[in-house]
């Protein structure tokens, strides 16, 4: 990720490689990772400035890649999809939440192959101290504390188990320790049936794309694929639609 996208995703490489931002993510403003000049603040509008300045920079002229309004145009339409699904309310708010924190995870893992702390561990804790406003995890605060505890342990340990198998088993890294992390979060806020489709989806989803790559010649066997994107898409989907995969694990 360079310099004008972590800009937009509010982390630095100190932030991305430790998990503790290195330096301000307001400060300094966002500059052209070409030429160095500011970004104005006009020019910085998701998808309109894009289209507005016809994919250049305002300054060198140089193109701008197309996968920054495609991110942008993306995150809107998830969250345009939480907005119609769910009432106002906490569920809007973990919506949202869950949105922004998935996708800037999946951009970075994609990019730099790390999940920083700051948003794995940031989605564990702040849904479990939030559990007891979280309706979808039962109808009592405490049903819905307790909920929130047994799915980030779903999610740890399962996750935790795989990460050894791959590393006793087969001598390599299966895992990595952020998506562990992840999926603890990914569990303290949807809870242990969340934790089953999370896993579903994302091996259905991995596959695909590795079996895609491979049959494109751009990816070898033996090759890393980051997963952190592909468990952020099964995340988000049972969030999205709950009562489906809820049939589907049983009531």
Known sequence: MDSWSERGWGVSRTSASTGSPGKSIVRPRSRCPRCHAL??????????????LRGKCARCRKPISFRYPLVEFLTAALVG????????????????????????????????????????????????????LNERLGWTGVERALSSGLGATAGFLSAWVMAEVGRRVFRREALGGGDVKLLAGIGALLGWRGVLTTWFLASIFGSLVFLGLRARRKMNWGAYLPFGPFLAAGAWAHWAWPALFSFWWGM
């Open 81 to 132: 999809f939480v907005f119609v699904q769910a009432p106002a309310g906490p569920g809007l708010v973990f919506g949202v939440a869950l949105t922004f924190v998935l996708v800037v995870i999946s951009v970075i893992d994609l990019d730099w192959r790390i999940i920083p702390d700051i948003f794995s561990l940031g989605l564990l804790w702040t849904s479990l101290s939030a559990s007891p």
């Open 39 to 52: 970004i104005r603040w006009y020019e910085n509008i998701p998808v309109a400035s894009f289209l507005a």
